[in-house]
């Protein structure tokens, strides 16, 4: 039997949490430019920089070949 990293239908490759990290990331951009913790100038620079890295991570991402495919 070959190794699986499902448990209980849950994916644990570490690559499949760059996404939800980015949006995360995304988010605590805009919050932390809103709240004036970070200026506008900083968070006009940010969010685009983690959209491209979430694009990139989507796009070399495609195919799982650790889960053989089962990870959504």
């Not at 570490?14 to 951009?29: D, E, N, Q, R, S």
């Amino acid at each position: 039997m070959e190794p699986n990293n499902q448990s209980m239908g849950k994916c644990h490759c570490p690559h499949h949490k760059m996404t939800p990290l980015f949006i995360i990331l995304i988010g605590l951009v805009f919050l932390l430019g809103a709240l004036g913790t970070i200026s506008i100038t900083i968070a006009n620079i940010l969010w685009p920089i983690f959209l491209i890295l979430l694009g990139i991570t989507k796009w070399t991402g495609h195919s799982c070949k650790c889960c053989k495919g089962t990870c959504n």
